[in-house]
C-alpha cells in the first residue's frame, strides 16, 4: 500500500517524528537530486539532530550570531544535509561577512534543491562564513571536535573574564557530533585528552555509534574500547542505545547540563540509514544515492508519500518555530535585557565586547609596541616576537595563546604580572598550555577565533606540519588566528634535518589566503605584528629565528613599516638605478644586505629587497611591484634557506636562487651556512655572475 500524504499529526510525539521524517526525506531527495552526497547518516541522526535544536539548544533562529548562543558542530561533515535541514526548518537568517543582519533565510528550500550545486547555501560540507548558522566548516574528520575544544576554552575564558555577580553574560554550551571517522583520527584524540584535562564540562561530544565507516564495517580496523578511552580522558561518558529514542536523548543531554568539572561523551547507537530496507546498516548508505527504488520503499516504511519530493508537511515549521524559535527569542531576549543592565554597570567590560565581537581592537593597541636600536648583534627573531607579544596581551585584553610545550623556546610565554596560566581552576589565564599536541593547538586556536577571541598558537615551524590541516581550515574560513612558528630554517644547526624546515615556507604560501611573514629583523617583527593584528578575515603565520640577527640601522635603510607592503627597497644603488637586484626573507636579510655593501663597494649599482611576505606583496598595485622589482633589471639573486621552489616568480627564470635543494644536516650554524652556501661573497659572486662581470 503505498501512501499519498502524511498522516496529520495528533499528538507531540507524532510532531517529533514528522518533523524527523521531514529532515531525513529532505536529505534523501537533496542527495538523489544531486545523485552525490551521504544519505544514512542524517536518516539515523535526524532524532538527535531535531531534539538537540528543538528541545534544547538555545539558539535563536533569528540572530545567529547571538553571542551567548549554544553552538552546535557537526564534525561528520559529510552529513550536512542535517544542518541544512534544520537552518532551513528553524527559518534561521542571514548575517552578512560584516555581522549584519540580512533578513533573508540562511537555507532556503530552493538551496535544498540545488545542494551541492554551485552558489547553493547548501554546500556538500558545511562552511563556515558561507552559510549562516555554520560555527565552524567541517568535513575534514576530527576537525569540527578538535574546534569544538577552543570553542569550550574560549566560554570559559570570557565567562571568567565577563561575568558578574548575578550577570552570567556568556554561559552558553557546545554540542558536537561525530563519527567513527572523527574518533579514528588523532586530532580528535589530542583534543580530547585537552579537553579532559581542562574539564571543560560545558562541552559534549555526541558520537555516531553506528559501526560503519566507508570500506564497510569497524571490524576492519576500529575495534577499540572507546568509552574506556574516553573514561581514561577524564570524560563522563554516557550511552543511549536507540538512536531513535528521543527522551532518552533529552536525558542525557539533561546528564550533560548538570554535569560539573568534565566534559561528556554520548555514545549513541544508531543504524545508518535507518529506514532503507536494503542499505540500512551498510557502506552503501554512507555516501551514495539511495536509488529511486530504495528513496520510494524507504518513504513508505517512513509513512511518507513515495513520490512527495522536498516535503514539508504542515505544521512543521509552526512546530520549529515553537520549539527553538520561541526558545530562543525568549533566551535572547531575557540576555538582552541583562546586557543592558550590565552595559549600565560595567560600560569598560561591555566595550570590549562590543569590540571583541566586531574583531575591532582597543584604542592604544599598538601604543608600546617596542622599537629597537640598530645593533649589529642583534636580537633573535623569536625574542623579539616574546617582546612584542607580551606588549600586545596587557593592551588587548582578548589577546591570549600559547605553546605545544615550547614554551620557553618559542619564547611565547606571557610573563607580565597577572597573565597567568588556563587551566580548570584558573580559567582567567591568558597562557594556554597546549602540550605536545601541535594539531589540536591549531584546531583550538580555529575554535578560539570563532569565538571572536584573538588567539595565537606556537610551535618550531618544522612541526607546522602537523598543524597543516588545521592551518588550512582557519585560511579556508578566513580566521584571524595566528601561528608563530620560531626556528625558521637552519638555525637549531646541530638538531639536525629532522628539526630544519626546509619546503616549509612554500607549503605555506600556497595556502590561499594565508598571510605568510618571515621578518628579517628584530623591526620588522614588530612591524609584523603590527600587520597581523589588524587582520580580520585571514590568518597569519610569523616565521621566526632562533638565532640573533642583526638589527638593521633604519636611518640607513628604509623603515620596517615596508614589512606592510609584503616587499620593499631596503637599500638602493645610486639614483635608485639599480642594475641588480638581491632579495631576501628573514635571517637572509641581514646577509643580503652585507652582499649588497659590498657590491656597491665594488661599483655595482645593487639594490636589496626585504620580502618578508610573497602574500602580502602579491596584493600591491602593479605600479607599486614594479617599483620594487622594475621588469628592466633582470639580473636577480634570491637568498632564502629553504625550498627554492617559487621563487623564479620573482627572479626569472634567468635569476639565481641561493635556496635548499636538499635537508640539511646536523651541524654547528656557521658550519651549515659555508656548507649550503649562505654566505655573502656567495651572494655577491652570484650577483656578478648574474651580470657577467
Ligand atoms: C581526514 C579525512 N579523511 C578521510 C575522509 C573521507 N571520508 C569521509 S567520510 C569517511 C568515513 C567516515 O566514517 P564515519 O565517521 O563512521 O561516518 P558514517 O559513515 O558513519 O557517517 C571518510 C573516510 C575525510 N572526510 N576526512
Ligand atoms: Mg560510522
New binding site residues.
Partial sequence: MSTTHVAEPVTDAQLDQLCINTIRTLSIDAVQQAKSG?P??PMALAPLVYTLWNRVMRFDPQDAIWPNRDRFVLS????SMLLWSVLHLTGTRAVSADYEKLGQPSVTLDDIRRFRQLDSKAPGHPEYHWVSGVETTS????QGVATSVGMAIAQKWLASRYNRPGFDIFDYDLYAV?????LM?GVASEAASLAGHLGLDNLCWIY?N?H???EGS?RLAFTEDVAARFLGYGWHVLRIGDANDIDRIVHALEVFRQTKGRPTFIILDSH?GYGSPHKQDT?EA??EPLGDEEVRLTKRFYGWPEDARFLVPPGVYEHFAAGVGARGAATRRRWTELYDAYRARYPELANEIHLMQGRELPAKWDANLPTFPADPKGIAGRDASGRVLNALAQNIPWFLGGSADLGPSNRTTLTYEGAGDFQAESPSGKNLHFGIREHAMAATLNGLALSKLRAFGATFFIFSDYAR?AIRLSAVMELPTIFVFTHDAMGDGEDGPTHQPVEHLASLRAIPGLVTLRPGDANEVVEAYRYVMQLRHAPAAIVLSRQPLPTLDRKKYASASGLARGAYVLGDAPGGEPEVIVIASGSEVSLAVEAHETLLADGIRSRVVSMPSWDIFEHQTQAYRESVLPRSVTARVAVEQASTLGWERYVGTSGRIIGMQTFGASAPLKELQRKFGFQPDRVVAAAREQLGR
Wanted: proline share 7%.
Fill in positions: 551521504h544514512g547518516t561528520n561533515g559529510h552529513a568535513g575534514p574528520l576530527g561525530c563519527g567513527d571517522g572523527c583520527e555516531d553506528n560503519i565507516t566507508i569497524t545508518i557502506a554512507h555516501g590541516p
